[in-house]
């Protein structure tokens, strides 16, 4: 059995982790997930992407909406609202019951890479899902109205301001989460998922030792692009690209994980780059990578391991 | 306007702090409420009695159960049981988000009193809603079975032990909320509600200071009977007089609240204990005690006024 690490962030990776499970079987498949926009509401801790990869494999996820549980209810949120509590970052009811168990077990100094692993237990998810760090690592973007954390920038401000910079507080003082670098070195092969670079793949890479562990794997590393004609499937990627002064497209992905990655996996749509791409010493893949439809992700995910397996 | 002061509990204080409202006007009333039996569910601070006040002077209780909020789902509460946590204190959806509002405000410092001023008036309950303490009393029970805290007692194990002796844990360390013992002193009439003289009442009464401001009042104190013919409206208390040795009857809790009280409200059903009650030294006040309909309330808050504030 091959063993796949992908390094991912909420929706679009979750999708590829899904992918590579319907391909290779979750025994195959282990999870490092981005927690830089982790964050408290109402006193709990949310984890908004893991817990997005968490829900895409136990078939829980609302997938019109690409965020949630299916057949959700807010009424929490309405009584908290009415409370006086801000509600910008909306939790839904069943939702809530994973974040109360989860910050109950944190509070009780559960680490959450065992958390996480409790949690997919429970929910029938055979992968294995690790979060990046079990330290906070916070994503803050520098934008032309002052720093911002993550998801103020992205959900509370719609992610309507320019991306100037980005940093990742305490990812300096974060030690990578027990089994995180072993599974990236480990493992036949080493996704980057397409998510973006700059907020869900940069910082698990900024976990001190990730990114050393992803360049010294002697085995490929494969970046799936996130973009396909210049256009992010879902989410700001684009336009952050533009405002932090990259090309906008697949080209300008796998110019950010030159020296990084070994291949790079571009859609029919951009085979037009794969020279570009080869030209930064990257082999240059090309299949189908949209996975937003679920019936067909076994089929891409196979392709995909196919094409790198070799690679 | 008269100043009328309850000690109460739950669902029996709750139903006779809304007839009070409803004969005198809400700015007329302030309820001290037992924390006794407040608990911790999912890291939540949870005052079931003084939420149930809350609730029905709102307008929101759930009237036919009792307990918790009408048109309630338990949505989070399900998830909580896949992912492995107790679920035995049911806790509802809309009644989550109080919690939830709740908790953060007190792991933020503020005190519980505070935090119910707080949600009273985002609710526009117009009465003052004092927790008898800001500190933790805990009503612990001992049984054949051992000692269990109220909760376990009462809803985990459904009251099927017999409770042999009563204590309240942190009482003796815990002070009176703000205001709590001005309250009592200051009122034309201050009511001990028809509530449970153990559970609800008694863990009130324990906190320093309180039952001597009772007891030192120049005005009157008036005890309403939550036992009409022998049989409690609701819940475990003719049993419980039964097995602590005292006679399981509105005399049993007069008895109680001999030295304490200067009148003792009985239902017209229990008019042959009138002379053993006045035969305490308490003046005995025959006028219906029984506040389950939402709409019989004011007249028997009415009637027990005009009975009282002469008293």
Redesign the interface.
Known sequence: MARLTVLCGGLGGSRFADALVRAAGADAVTVVGNVGDDLEV???HVSPDLDTVLYTLAGLLDEERGWG?RD??Y???????????ETWFTL???????H??R??LL?AGVPLSAVFA??AE??GVGIRLLPASDEPVRTMLTTPDGELDFQTWFVRRRHADDVLAVRYEGAAEARPAPGALEAIAEADVCFLAPSNPFVSIGPILAVPGVADAVAERAGPVVAVSPLVAGKALRGPLARMLETLGHDSSALGVARLYEGLASAFVLDPADTGLAPAVEALGLEAVVTPVVIVDPAVRGEVGRAILDATVRA
């Open positions: 109402h006193g709990l549980v959700e209810t009424n929490a949120r309405e009584t908290a609202g009415r409370l006086g509590a839904g009811d069943r939702d809530l019951g994973l109360l168990v910050t109950e509070r409790r949690l429970r929910l």
